[in-house]
């Protein structure tokens, strides 16, 4: 190949690999854009993984589903905590019943990246209104009992992702 064909051909990948770069970037853009108000949270969002740039819609659904069972994953780890340091009987319960709702939160995350992969769309937006009803159950607990929950900004944010993956979904 001479130079000047391999400098065409280089100039032609370039090209090709910039309109296809610029599509997904627009794919993500559009979904953010489609969310709404929310546009800025969720380019913010979808930039803890870096695969997002490069990603089609069905991919977003999968990876905003993956970013809320990090979330959901992170959670457990803090009501471990919590259950470890206060030993007070009226707090445990309420978090029994957190750490139950969240280890239920992952697995309903897990199968819907099953169920978005596989194309089972009714499914996944099922498990996700599942999940994102968690947050809201465990404060329950919580006021139950007449406690402030000790969960609430996690549980705040939790509901931010979960809306995502939840709405990213249903605009499949």
Known sequence: MRPSQALS????????????SSSYASILED????????????IKF???DKDSATADKSGLAVIATKIARVAAVNILERIAALKAADKDN???G????CDAKYTGAVHAF??????????KLPDA????????????SCAEGFREVGVNSPLAAEGSEFTKECSVAYFVTRML
């Open 9 to 20: 051909y280089a100039a032609v990948l370039v090209l090709v690999f910039a309109s296809s």
């Open 31 to 42: 979904t953010c854009k489609a969310l709404g108000a929310d546009y800025d949270y969720c």
């Open 46 to 48: 979808f930039q803890a």
């Open 90 to 92: 009226k707090i445990q």
């Open 94 to 97: 309420p978090l029994a019943d």
């Open 110 to 119: 897990d199968e819907a990246a099953r169920e978005i992969a596989a194309g």
């Open 125 to 136: 937006v099922t498990n996700l209104g599942e999940a994102l009803e968690v947050p809201d």
